[in-house]
């Protein structure tokens, strides 16, 4: 063992680092060097490291074996509990909070449980368009789909103890049929917590909204969506002569960016002023191209020995670490570029745009810096949410189902609504 141990750890290394090199600088361009910083130090290290061995400059003992093995298995037993043991004791935990209210029985079965009990009942599952970014296009009239399936029950998410559903409107959005109809519409663009995650139908932040006003409240929103989804959204379900508002969410959506700017459709949105799918006319498209890819998706099986050899779950968690207050610069001047876009279309369009700040469970303030003072540069309207619920004395955690990280509950969306309203005059 001693003799290989030196040229197989060389060997590894130095696999490690041209893969390292081939994510950071080929899949994705250059765009996310800051996040694979502290990924290329380890590897040089490993090769610095084999090469002493290698040309004896450290004598290679049993010592040196027993610890190197006590480091693997014990970060490959931190993995492993991470992703068989802790999920259990955060499970069993809501179970008991869930248990104290006394609102029934927490639902402990898996999305693709439910889905299956219920796809013969005319219901459907949210799908987000991020699954369709590394389609190819398989001709001119392919599409990419910014919306899910219309005018079905869809399922959607279990953070509260129940599996959240709503029924889509005419395009695949979480909305009312008849708010499509409405004059003087306020839009809303965003994330999975613009989407309505994980509350039923008529919690959302839109829902909410409409109970301040008699114009229309839509909701644009759609999980794991970024700024160039965002803007491509607004362009395609924007009405000129309906839409007076735009409300758009920003939640830490800057890394999901990079994806997004490698898609040559999404791109066309943000370089040619003029590009349209004209999505409004192709829902019969939207829904087949959505129905083609949950059919796919769950065939596919998740891969848990693949993200375990991978340490997904430790390199998650040294990241939250490493890069808790860090910012993807380049994706930061990207966003700004975009954002300016955006204003551009909706002044063109004799709209109104602002931002509405949201942070999650672990708050970034460095990028929340950043983007406030991009909206400010650019004399958009900006709210802090959390600002404002401090300024209410109100605990922020406490707008989490059961005080854990996740997407917001009822009552924080319920709050977030009611700050909206006092800062804008939704009338």
Not at 21 to 36: A, I, L, Q, T, V
Not at 193 to 212: M, P, T, W, Y
Not at 409 to 420: A, M, P, Q, R, V
């Amino acid at each position: 063992m001693k003799k290989y141990f030196p040229k197989l750890l060389l060997f590894i290394s130095l696999s490690l680092f041209c893969y390292i090199f081939y994510k950071s600088e080929f899949f994705w361009s250059g765009n996310k060097r800051d996040y694979y910083f502290y990924y290329y130090l380890f590897s040089l290290f490993l090769i610095f490291l084999s090469l002493l061995f290698v040309f004896n400059l450290i004598i290679l003992n049993n010592y040196i074996l027993i610890i190197s093995a006590s480091i693997i298995l014990s970060v490959y037993l931190t993995e492993i509990y991470f992703n068989f043991f802790h999920p259990n004791l955060t499970k069993n935990y809501k179970i008991t909070k869930f248990n104290e209210i006394g609102e029934g029985k927490f639902d402990l079965r898996s999305k693709a449980q439910v889905y299956n009990n219920l796809k013969t009942q005319n219901y459907t599952i949210t799908l987000p368009p991020s699954n369709f970014l590394n389609d190819k296009l398989v001709n001119e009239s392919d599409i990419f789909p910014l919306s899910g399936i219309s005018n079905k029950k869809t399922l959607f998410c279990n953070e509260n103890g129940y599996f959240a559903e709503y029924f889509s409107d005419k395009y695949g959005f979480n909305n009312p049929r008849e708010e499509w109809k409405k004059e003087n519409q306020i839009l809303l663009i965003g994330d999975s917590f613009v989407h309505g995650a994980c509350v039923q139908e008529g919690k959302d932040i839109a829902s909410n909204l409409r109970k301040f006003t008699e114009n229309g409240v839509l909701n644009l929103g759609y999980s794991g969506n970024s700024t160039l989804i965002q803007l491509a959204t607004i362009k395609e379900y924007f009405n000129e002569n309906s839409s007076k508002v735009i409300l758009f969410f920003f939640e830490n959506d800057i890394e999901e960016l990079s994806y997004e700017m490698k898609n040559k459709t999404l791109i066309k949105y943000f370089n040619d002023k003029n590009f349209s799918q004209n999505l409004k006319n192709k829902q019969f498209l939207i829904d087949n191209k959505n129905k083609q890819k949950i059919k796919l998706n769950f065939k596919k099986e998740k891969n848990n020995i693949y993200n375990l050899i991978k340490l997904e779950k430790v390199r998650s968690i040294i990241n939250s670490f490493l890069f808790k207050d860090r910012i993807n610069l380049k994706m930061i001047k990207q966003f700004e570029l975009i954002l300016k876009e955006l204003q551009e279309f909706i002044i063109t369009n004799k709209a109104q745009l602002y931002v509405v700040y949201l942070d999650g469970y672990y708050e970034n303030k460095a990028l929340k810096r950043k983007i406030k003072n991009i909206a400010n540069e650019i004399n958009l309207k900006f709210i802090d949410f959390k600002e404002e619920i401090n300024n209410k004395d109100l605990n922020f955690v406490e707008i989490f189902p059961f005080k854990l990280p996740g997407h917001y509950n009822e009552n924080g969306y319920k709050i977030l609504s009611e700050i909206i309203n006092e800062k804008i005059n939704l009338n």
